[in-house]
C-alpha cells in the first residue's frame, strides 16, 4: 500500500476522450520525508511518523511516499475530515419535515414530543438535534488523471474536508 500525504486544493471538471464530462477534485501532492517509527513493543501499535508540509503525521501502512507514478486509473482510498456543521436541528441533521406556519402554530422547526407513555422516558438512539459533521471519514474513488510538474492529482467526485484541509490517500493493493 502507497500513502500520499495531500491537500485539497479545489473542484473542477475534465473532459474525457468519449466525450464524457467527469467532475474532480484537485489534491496537490506534499514531499514527505519519514522521521521515526511506533512499534508494537514500545508503543503497543505499529505505524510511521512522516514529516509534511512542517507538521507530523502518524500513518498506519507499509510505504509512505510522494511519487505519482502509476496513479492513473487506480482505485484509492481517500481519508479526511468532513465539514464541521456545528449544532443542528433535527431538520438539518436528520431531514425531518417542519411543522404548520400559519395559524400561530408553535410547531415550526421544533422536534417534537421526545418521549412515549411506555417506556416512560427517552429511548437510547432518539434523533434528537446535535453535532454534526467534523469526522473522520474514508471514501474509494478512482485517479483520474496526475499532473507531475505541480504535483497534482486529480481524483473522481468530491473528497471529504475543506478546502486546504489535509487528505491521505492510499492506494489500494
Known amino acids: 500500500m502507497k500513502i500520499i500525504v495531500t491537500k485539497k486544493e479545489g473542484m473542477t471538471r475534465i473532459h474525457k ?8 477534485t ?17 508503543d503497543g501499535y505499529e505505524a510511521a511518523i512522516v514529516e509534511a508540509n512542517g507538521h507530523k503525521y502518524e500513518l498506519k501502512g507499509q510505504d509512505c511516499d510522494t511519487t505519482l507514478e502509476d496513479l492513473e486509473n487506480k482505485d484509492i482510498f481517500l481519508e479526511g475530515t468532513t465539514k464541521g456543521k456545528g449544532f443542528t436541528g433535527t431538520i438539518k441533521r436528520y431531514g425531518f ?30 434523533k434528537m438535534p446535535g453535532h454534526v459533521g467534523n469526522n473522520k471519514t ?6 483520474e488523471g496526475v499532473i507531475k510538474d505541480k504535483n497534482y492529482i486529480l481524483v473522481k467526485g468530491s473528497v471529504p474536508g475543506r478546502r486546504g484541509s ?5 492506494t489500494v493493493k
Open 138 to 143: 474514508t471514501i474509494k474513488t478512482t485517479v
Open 166 to 170: 489535509v487528505v491521505i490517500l492510499k
Open 97 to 126: 419535515s417542519r411543522g404548520p406556519m400559519s395559524h400561530g402554530s408553535h410547531n415550526k422547526r421544533n422536534p417534537g414530543a421526545a418521549g412515549s407513555a411506555y417506556p416512560q422516558r427517552v429511548v437510547k438512539g432518539q
Open 17 to 24: 476522450d468519449n466525450g464524457l464530462v467527469c467532475p474532480v
Open 26 to 42: 484537485i489534491l496537490s501532492a506534499f514531499e514527505t520525508k519519514k522521521v521515526g517509527d511506533r512499534t508494537t513493543d514500545k
